[in-house]
């Protein structure tokens, strides 16, 4: 299993809008405000999360807290996570 905290499977800003764009875009995703392009795109990664923002830190830890708590996972691999 992979659990990602760095990007989502959402569609571009054409859709579809299943999760985190639907509810509040600009609060969840890195944007760039380009009207053609209009989410960042970093690591080669679309849909990329704004971890700078406490609410979007504050669910990735608890989804992490989750997995050790109530799953048992006792170890990861992170590569980045950008704060």
Do not use: Q
């Amino acid at each position: 299993m992979d659990v990602v905290y760095n990007h989502t499977t959402e569609g571009n800003h054409l859709g579809p809008k299943y999760s985190f764009k639907g509810i509040d875009s600009s609060s969840y995703y890195m944007v760039n405000y380009n009207t053609r392009f209009p989410y960042a795109k970093t690591r080669l990664v679309w849909n990329t999360l704004l971890a700078s923002n406490a609410g979007v830190r504050h669910m990735i830890i608890d989804s992490m807290r989750y997995w050790v708590d109530h799953m048992h996972v006792t170890a990861s691999v992170s590569t980045w996570l950008w704060f």
